[in-house]
T-cell receptor, first 109, second 114 residues
Framework: TQLLEQSPQFLSIQEGENLTVYCNSSSVFSSLQWYRQEPGEGPVLLVTVVTGGEVKKLKRLTFQFGDARKDSSLHITAAQPGDTGLYLCAGDPGNQFYFGTGTSLTVIP | EAGVTQSPTHLIKTRGQQATLRCSPISGHTSVYWYQQALGLGLQFLLWYDEGEERNRGNFPPRFSGRQFPNYSSELNVNALELEDSALYLC?????????????FGPGTRLTVT
C-alpha cells in the first residue's frame, strides 16, 4: 500500500479539455508538493501547498490542499500538449518524504 | 545559479559489478536525497543525507549505500549489481530538514545492468 495514492493512474485527453488529478492519503501532511516529470528527466517542482483549504494557481493549473491536509488535487484548464508528463504529489507525514504513485497525462493535439 | 548535477548520465554495468553515481547539490543546500525510478514506475526513496550524516533510508538492501562529503556532494554506491537494479537514479537537494522542504532534482543517471 502506497502512502500517497494518485488517481487516475493514466489519462489521455484531447487538447482544450479540462482534467483533475487527485492525491489521497490517510496521513496528515504539513505540506504537499506537486511535481511534473518528463521522460528521462528529473521531476520539476510546480507548487507547494501548506495550509488546509489552500488554493494556488499557476497559469492554467489550480492546486488545492484538503481542509484536513490529507489530500490534494490538481486541476488543469484547457490542457495543452505541453502539459504532457508524469504528475507526482509528494510530502512528509513526519518521518520520511514520500512520492505519490503518479498520474501519466497525455494531451493529444 | 547552477542546478543539481549528476554524473554520469548513463552507466552500463554487468551483473555482479559495482556502480558509483555522483550528485552535486544546489549551492547552499545541505540535504541530498537519492531515489530509484524503474521504468514506468514511481519514485522509490533510497537515502537521505544532511550535513554529512545519513538521516533515513528506504526499504532497500544494504548493498545500496552512499555518503555525503563536506562540500555536500554525494555518492551512491550499488554493490553486487542485479538485473532489477536497472533504473533511473535521481538525486535531489533541499535547503532544510524541517518544514516544507522542497526538493530540486537533477537529470538523473540511467543505470543499465546486463
Amino acid at each position: 500500500t502506497q502512502l500517497l495514492e494518485q488517481s487516475p493512474q493514466f489519462l489521455s485527453i484531447q487538447e482544450g479539455e479540462n482534467l483533475t488529478v487527485y492525491c489521497n492519503s490517510s496521513s496528515v501532511f504539513s505540506s504537499l508538493q506537486w511535481y511534473r516529470q518528463e521522460p528521462g528527466e528529473g521531476p520539476v517542482l510546480l507548487v507547494t501547498v501548506v495550509t488546509g483549504g489552500e488554493v494556488k494557481k499557476l497559469k492554467r493549473l489550480t492546486f488545492q490542499f484538503g481542509d484536513a491536509r490529507k489530500d490534494s488535487s490538481l486541476h488543469i484548464t484547457a490542457a495543452q500538449p505541453g502539459d504532457t508528463g508524469l504528475y507526482l504529489c509528494a510530502g512528509d507525514p513526519g518521518n520520511q518524504f514520500y512520492f505519490g504513485t503518479g498520474t501519466s497525462l497525455t494531451v493529444i493535439p | 545559479e547552477a542546478g543539481v548535477t549528476q554524473s554520469p548520465t548513463h552507466l552500463i554495468k554487468t551483473r555482479g559489478q559495482q556502480a558509483t553515481l555522483r550528485c552535486s547539490p544546489i549551492s547552499g543546500h545541505t540535504s541530498v536525497y537519492w531515489y530509484q525510478q524503474a521504468l514506468g514506475l514511481g519514485l522509490q526513496f533510497l537515502l537521505w543525507y544532511d550535513e554529512g550524516e545519513e538521516r533515513n533510508r528506504g526499504n532497500f538492501p544494504p548493498r545500496f549505500s552512499g555518503r555525503q562529503f563536506p562540500n555536500y556532494s554525494s555518492e551512491l554506491n550499488v554493490n553486487a549489481l542485479e538485473l532489477e537494479d536497472s533504473a533511473l537514479y535521481l538525486c535531489a537537494s533541499s535547503l532544510s530538514l524541517a518544514g516544507a522542504y522542497e526538493q530540486y532534482f537533477g537529470p538523473g543517471t540511467r543505470l543499465t545492468v546486463t
